[in-house]
């Protein structure tokens, strides 16, 4: 999939929700998630310090917003290695705080995301809702992406 197949919908600045996710490395997290996932960098605001103070990606028609709050945060995979509840927590392959995108066509997206070294959750498969698959990005956050049915 390619990122000419993303369609940047009118409707994403009218979005009743929107996800907003902080990344320790927002301006890595921007190319990662265009690269791994697909997703179109539309805003990228830097302080003086190099961080990530606003970021927007468009996310197949959808909004998701990112940023860095404070050098002292720290995203999930980063938490698992001294903490062993998020570890527990983190031990299944569901979507833990996560974030659910429609994609047109689920086994392209999936080949796209691990190609791109995205840790796969889980392996496409079918659900009466439709074909997923689960993964982590470069920081830990989860993420489903569904196909829906025909």
Not at 23 to 52: M, N
Not at 63 to 86: D, S
Request: aromatic residues 8%; contains cysteine; proline residues 6%.
């Amino acid at each position: 999939m390619s990122e000419s197949t993303v369609v940047n919908k009118p409707s994403v600045d009218e979005q009743a929700v929107v996800p907003m996710i902080d990344y320790a490395d927002g301006p890595a997290a921007l190319d990662w998630l265009a690269k791994a996932f697909g997703f179109v960098e539309r805003t990228r605001l830097l302080d003086d310090d190099g961080q990530l103070s606003h970021g927007e990606m468009i996310a197949f028609g959808g909004l998701i917003m990112l940023g860095t709050a404070t050098p002292k945060y720290e995203g999930p995979k980063r938490h698992r290695e001294h903490c062993e509840r998020a570890r527990a927590w983190s031990a299944v392959p569901y979507i833990v705080d996560g974030v659910l995108v429609h994609v047109d066509d689920v086994e392209s997206h999936f080949e796209r995301a691990k190609q791109a070294g995205a840790t796969i959750l889980s392996e496409p498969e079918d659900a009466p809702y439709g074909r997923l698959y689960r993964a982590e990005d470069l920081e830990g956050h989860r993420w489903m992406f569904l196909q829906r049915p025909t």
